[in-house]
């Protein structure tokens, strides 16, 4: 009996595991959005795709790198929870279109531009950014809708902006804004596309009535639900509460808000003092604008950083909304990690089958990490002036250099001639530093302490006064050692 029992546990429990993977099988195919294309010349280029994460934070989070082969075809799938914008980004070109979980998107794409090597050494250079056609589209696939709209949308405010401005055309803008509701009610099932609408329409009636803020607020936000990843939502919102706890410490409602982020760094007391505007009195909305003011505001001298960051974490602490933790987690990895007295982003180089140099780390001396181009015209002209200072202060500094963007060989060789005697290393296998580290020129340096902290920052290079700040910080370390008795 025992036996048949254990049988038909067995068998029912294999069911079960079974019917599981099934439902799993079936929600992870449910996510999976899929990108296809082909075009001979995109063949062996290094394509990646990502999208903002939120639009608070703007952290870039990338879900897809590929390279396609050698006919230029691409088949890029990835998971995603809910509609949004991502960008489809390589070489010269960055290309963006909306997509929906479990739909699949045969992108048409345009004729490859290569970074040129001038290019590569502008940090003012921009890609050539478009928006993507699609071979499979259709009147109510939600870029066929957003395309549509835009055009009749952008075309209009382009042509009529300062008539609307001067409120001369208040009526015309009503006319406009009944045209484009009924013009687009194709789309009012796409819940996605009926909120893009909405807030984009908010935004031409603020702009032709000029309403007080609060009431666009009352209307477009205080009761409705937040559209975390609705580009046309927060591009309204940003622009309601750009730098809002600077603001609002100067209202009447808001006189004690600045003292409850310096000195109180307190997440219930700021809430509660944000309560007084009643055009805030949900707590969602609330809490986000709140968090958005401290991210503005770390940005700005006008309260302390280390206030702000206090204060985040009592919101990250406290909030009973995931996302906005999240939220807060990232404004708080953003703004730290090129922040002097933390460690900067870590990154990881081989240099070899068995060697490897790791980022940040503990040193006996002060390093001068520097990005190059061996290319650059301005690059070669500073390697001199690295020498001088890695010669004269060698008992308290090293310089680490990493060349990008140009064949390491090349300037190898170029150290080898010149006799640069400090540790060179190839990054053009890890490209993402220079996004980690927000580099936009060359060359680029960064200072550590001893103990792997960023000691300055922005680090001016040789030809800036480097030496000066250099000293500066060796004698306050030397100051804070005697005061503390080593």
């Avoid at 220079?434 to 060359?443: C, F, I, S, T």
């Amino acid at each position: 009996m025992e036996a048949i029992l254990n049988l038909l546990f067995r068998k029912l429990f294999t069911g079960i595991i079974s019917l599981c993977l099934v439902f799993a099988g079936v929600t992870n195919a449910q996510d999976t959005t899929i990108l296809t294309g082909q075009r001979a010349d995109w063949a062996n280029k290094p394509v990646e795709v990502w999208y903002y994460a939120d639009y608070i934070s703007t952290v870039k989070e990338t879900v897809a790198e590929v390279v396609p082969g050698d006919s230029g075809k691409i088949d890029i799938s990835f998971s995603i929870k809910e509609p949004r914008q991502i960008y489809v980004q390589s070489g010269g070109l960055e290309g963006s279109l909306f997509v929906m979980p479990g739909k699949t998107y045969a992108l048409k794409l345009p004729e490859y531009r290569q970074m040129s090597k001038v290019d590569s050494l502008n940090p003012f250079y921009q890609p050539f950014k478009f928006f993507f056609g699609l071979e499979n589209s259709h009147a109510t696939e939600l870029n066929h809708l957003i395309t549509e709209f835009d055009l009749i949308y952008n075309d209009y405010l382009v042509n009529n902006f300062r008539q609307i401005r001067s409120k001369r055309q208040s009526s015309d803008v009503d006319t406009m804004v009944v045209f484009l509701d009924s013009l687009f009610k194709k789309g009012e099932q796409n819940a996605f596309f009926r909120g893009y609408k909405k807030y984009k329409i908010a935004k031409l009636l603020h702009i032709a009535y000029l309403h007080d803020d609060n009431y666009v607020v009352r209307d477009y936000y205080l009761d409705q639900p937040v559209l975390y990843t609705n580009p046309a939502y927060f591009d309204l919102f940003n622009k309601m509460f750009d730098n809002y706890i600077e603001y609002y410490a100067t209202t009447a409602d808001g006189q004690d808000i600045a003292f409850n982020v310096v000195r109180a760094k307190s997440y219930q007391r700021s809430m509660r003092t944000l309560a007084n505007n009643l055009a805030l009195r949900n707590d969602t909305l609330r809490e986000l604008v709140f968090i958005k003011g401290l991210n503005d505001a770390l940005y700005k001298n006008t309260f302390p950083k280390s206030s702000l960051y206090q204060t985040l974490d009592s919101v990250k602490l406290q909030t009973k909304i995931p996302r906005h933790r999240k939220i807060v987690e990232r404004i708080i990895d953003k703004t730290k990690k090129l922040q002097a007295g933390y460690p900067p982003p870590a990154f990881r180089i081989n240099m070899g089958d068995t060697l490897a140099f790791s980022f940040p780390q503990k040193s006996d001396r002060f390093i001068l990490l520097n990005f190059i181009n061996i290319e650059s015209f301005a690059v070669q002209k500073i390697l001199p002036q690295l020498k001088q200072l890695s010669e004269k202060h060698e008992d308290v500094l090293k310089i680490v250099t990493i060349n990008v963007g140009s064949k390491f060989e090349h300037a190898r060789k170029y150290f080898e001639m010149h006799q640069y005697n400090w540790l060179l290393l190839n990054g053009n296998k890890n490209t993402e530093v220079l996004e980690e580290y927000n580099v936009k020129a060359y060359p680029s340096y960064f200072l550590l302490n001893p103990e792997g902290k960023l000691a300055l920052n922005p680090t001016p290079g040789p030809d800036g006064h480097f030496e000066y700040y250099f000293f500066k910080i060796l004698k306050h370390r030397e100051r804070e050692r005697y005061r503390q008795g080593r």
